[in-house]
């Protein structure tokens, strides 16, 4: 446990070292200062309708925000983990470690908790300031924010564990690169299974069903979109108003038990191809 610790602190102290985290501060500011014009601009077109309508048009808007930066956490991971783990063997700097007396499944754990750690607190940090730039600007704060934003950390950390096993086979920018194209797919999927819902067509309501076990990025971000709105706003909503940026249900205990053994499998895959790969 002491090396996993010593390793996980290493590696935040150089994830916070690396350029990414800069690019991800701007980026953050800069929707930040966006939403803020935005919801501001929005309190002033909300002033014909119900207090209802007003919370479903302000819900939703966060739900597109909250994404923005949920995106900007996977792309900041996923270029983040690709360098940290595949970066340092093919430069060799991973035999300074490695040569050592210790394993390298607790090598693989200290680096996979470093990073879980720095997308978690961004998370954090970016989502309770958007929910303040929110509260200001159009008086409106989530029900249920803290189970939202641990949806999103789990979402990254599900994000990471994938980029880990993929950076054990390929090169950094690829693992990086793949993993953000899944990550965007997935969604994609999830927005097709959406419509599927709306129209009743089962068989393209599965589509969404299926990606969300495969991958579980989109299905934790429903949960979260679901935790960031009233849910009394459920009553307005029809076909013809839904959108992708809406949550209609509650995660169930069923499927977050599933994403912890699909980290469990995807963690242990990696562990198993870094066990043996060359260094």
Known sequence: MSTVLTVAGLTLREASRRKVLRALALLTLALLGLSAWGFSRLNDELGGLTSGESKLVAAQVLNLVMFGLSLIAALGTAFLAGPTLSGEVESGQALAVLARPVRR?????????????FGSVFVAVAGLAEFVVVQVTIGYW?????????????QTGVLLTLTILLATVISPMASGIVAVGLFGATWIAGVVGSVGD????EGVARVGTISRMLLPTDGLWHGAMYAFQDS?????VTPGNASPFFGTAPLSGVYLVWVVVWVLLIGGLAALAFQRRDV
């Open 142 to 154: 989530p029900p249920d924010p803290v189970i939202g934003l641990l949806l999103l950390a789990a």
């Open 198 to 201: 709306i129209l009743g067509n």
């Open 232 to 236: 009394s706003l459920l009553r307005q």
């Open 105 to 117: 499944s607790a090598v693989l754990a200290g680096k996979w908790l470093g990073l879980l750690v």
